[in-house]
């Protein structure tokens, strides 16, 4: 090490934590994250999921209590699931237009205890198809676009009505984003925000969900005909072109830890608020790593966690929400 010019040495501002944190580009702050909340019927209900460790579908009543506390440590944005009993479900998926269905009482229920949270809904055939596809199927056994925009733009405004902040289309049909805000719009819900899945690749990274709201109940279910090849990344910045243009108010990539590359092409193509959805597989292959000894679950957690904000995401969607937010507040 010895020369007539100075030495560069980057681990000088790797010193202490001090420096380390006046110079760290990216925090995690609880207001960021945004925490999935499956529901069940039923009262006093706390169910543990298959293949998601740590996580349960909760009966109303029970949801309610689980919010107040994720409120406690700073999380206010929930992303609701329906868990709906079999016997509602159906080929074309109709009990998603019951406006007295399981997720539109969860909304209206929530919304009444809790007065400041903010409720995102999904909208999406599969919690109440009994094949579990994402929309209505034609002959061929294909997902019918069209028509499923329909009655997805239907779903979208019972959810408004029974009070929901933002609606989450997740079904990746052409064109719904449009279709659903000139229903909003011209039923007076203007306001309600659109958070689209914009760039969802056909994963097979969503298993545990499948088991949470029981669209795998006939085994594992192709949806590569709707969602994106992942050998494709180009396509990301056409659909969330297309989103943008039908007026969406945020964009969701999905999955988002082995799809930093996406997320941060796009934040560089796009101006509008960018969501990271990390989805169940990833949150379960760390909760299982870390049950063998593998790795320290929070740390593995926290630093995914910054990998996809340093991407480019502005929010980010994960199961692991709560113990985030625990962890900042033990800090
Ligand atoms: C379906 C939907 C899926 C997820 C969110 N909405 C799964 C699927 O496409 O089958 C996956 C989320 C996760 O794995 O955490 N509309």
Same mark, same amino acid.
Request: net charge negative.
């Given at each position: 090490?010895?020369?007539?010019?100075?030495?560069?040495?980057?681990?000088?501002?790797?010193?202490?934590?001090?420096?380390?944190?006046?110079?760290?580009?990216?925090?995690?702050?609880?207001?960021?994250?945004?925490?999935?909340?499956?529901?069940?019927?039923?009262?006093?209900?706390?169910?543990?999921?298959?293949?998601?460790?740590?996580?349960?579908?909760?009966?109303?009543?029970?949801?309610?209590?689980?919010? $107040?506390?994720?409120?406690?440590?700073?999380?206010?944005?929930?992303?609701?699931?329906?868990?709906?009993?079999?016997?509602?479900?159906?080929?074309?998926?109709?009990?998603?237009?019951?406006?007295?269905?399981?997720?539109?009482?969860?909304?209206?229920?929530?919304?009444?205890?809790?007065?400041?949270? #903010?409720?995102?809904?999904?909208?999406?055939?599969?919690?109440?198809?009994?094949?579990?596809? &994402?929309?209505?199927?034609?002959?061929?056994?294909?997902?019918?676009?069209?028509?499923?925009?329909?009655?997805?733009? *239907?779903?979208?405004?019972?959810?408004?009505?029974?009070?929901?902040?933002?609606? =989450?289309?997740? &079904?990746?049909?052409?064109?719904?984003?449009?279709?659903? /805000?000139?229903?909003?719009? $011209?039923?007076?819900?203007?306001?309600?925000?659109?958070?689209?899945?914009?760039? *969802?690749?056909?994963?097979?990274?969503?298993?545990?969900?499948?088991?949470?709201?029981?669209?795998?109940?006939?085994?594992?279910?192709?949806?590569?005909?709707?969602?994106?090849?992942?050998?494709?990344? /180009?396509? @990301?910045?056409?659909?969330?072109?297309?989103?943008? $243009?039908?007026?969406?108010?945020?964009?969701? #990539?999905?999955?988002?830890?082995?799809?930093?590359?996406?997320?941060?092409?796009?934040?560089?193509?796009?101006?509008?608020?960018?969501?990271?959805?990390?989805?169940?597989?990833?949150? @379960?292959?760390?909760?299982?790593?870390?049950?063998?000894?593998?790795?320290?679950?929070? /740390?593995?957690?926290?630093?995914?966690?910054?990998?996809?904000?340093? @991407?480019?995401?502005?929010?980010?969607?994960?199961?692991? @929400?709560?113990?985030? =937010?625990?962890?900042?507040?033990?800090?």
């Amino acid at each position: 090490m010895t020369s007539n010019n100075p030495i560069y040495r980057p681990r000088r501002s790797r010193k202490n934590i001090q420096i380390k944190n006046m110079l760290s580009e990216v925090v995690i702050d609880a207001s960021n994250l945004i925490l999935p909340v499956f529901i069940c019927s039923g009262y006093n209900i706390r169910r543990e999921i298959k293949n998601l460790p740590g996580q349960f579908q909760f009966s109303i009543d029970v949801a309610v209590e689980k919010i $107040k506390y994720a409120q406690s440590v700073g999380i206010n944005f929930f992303m609701l699931f329906p868990s709906i009993d079999s016997n509602l479900k159906s080929c074309d998926g109709k009990e998603a237009l019951n406006s007295e269905n399981l997720i539109c009482e969860a909304i209206k229920v929530i919304k009444s205890k809790i007065s400041d949270v #903010i409720l995102i809904s999904d909208v999406a055939l599969d919690p109440y198809t009994d094949h579990g596809h &994402d929309g209505v199927l034609g002959n061929d056994g294909d997902v019918l676009n069209d028509q499923t925009v329909e009655v997805l733009s *239907k779903q979208a405004l019972n959810q408004a009505k029974a009070g929901s902040d933002i609606v =989450a289309p997740s &079904d990746m049909m052409d064109g719904r984003v449009a279709q659903i /805000r000139n229903e909003l719009d $011209k039923n007076g819900f203007e306001n309600v925000l659109i958070m689209s899945y914009s760039v *969802k690749y056909a994963s097979h990274l969503y298993g545990p969900f499948r088991n949470a709201v029981g669209s795998n109940s006939h085994g594992p279910i192709d949806k590569s005909t709707y969602q994106m090849d992942f050998k494709r990344s /180009r396509e @990301a910045l056409i659909e969330i072109d297309l989103d943008v $243009k039908e007026s969406a108010d945020m964009v969701i #990539i999905k999955p988002a830890g082995f799809y930093l590359d996406i997320i941060k092409e796009a934040r560089q193509n796009f101006k509008l608020p960018i969501i990271g959805y990390q989805v169940s597989g990833e949150y @379960a292959m760390m909760k299982y790593a870390a049950s063998a000894g593998a790795i320290d679950f929070d /740390r593995v957690l926290f630093e995914s966690l910054i990998a996809i904000k340093r @991407a480019g995401a502005d929010a980010i969607i994960t199961y692991g @929400a709560l113990e985030i =937010a625990e962890m900042l507040t033990k800090k």
